[in-house]
């Protein structure tokens, strides 16, 4: 629901790249990675879009629950 909550604040010609910078987070790993991502990604998209940050800050807690389940769950997840 992130991305859908992110391309809110985008401008349509931007959306493709942003989103698709998302999606390092969402594929990463594992939880030290995803970190790593997002903040890559806040680096890169929040002088344009400062609101990023935000939401990100608000969904902190669950955005890396998902790591806590185990890798073969993320397949499952991610897949079907």
Known sequence: HLSRTVSRYIRNKDRKEVLNDLKLV???????KAR???Q????????????????FERSEESLYS??????KEHIY????
């Open 26 to 32: 969402y594929n990463s790993s594992n939880e030290e």
């Open 36 to 38: 790593e991502n997002l």
């Open 40 to 55: 890559s990604f806040l680096d890169k998209h929040t002088k344009k879009y400062p609101k990023l940050t935000g939401i």
């Open 66 to 71: 998902y790591y806590k389940f185990p890798e």
């Open 77 to 80: 997840n991610k897949y079907y």
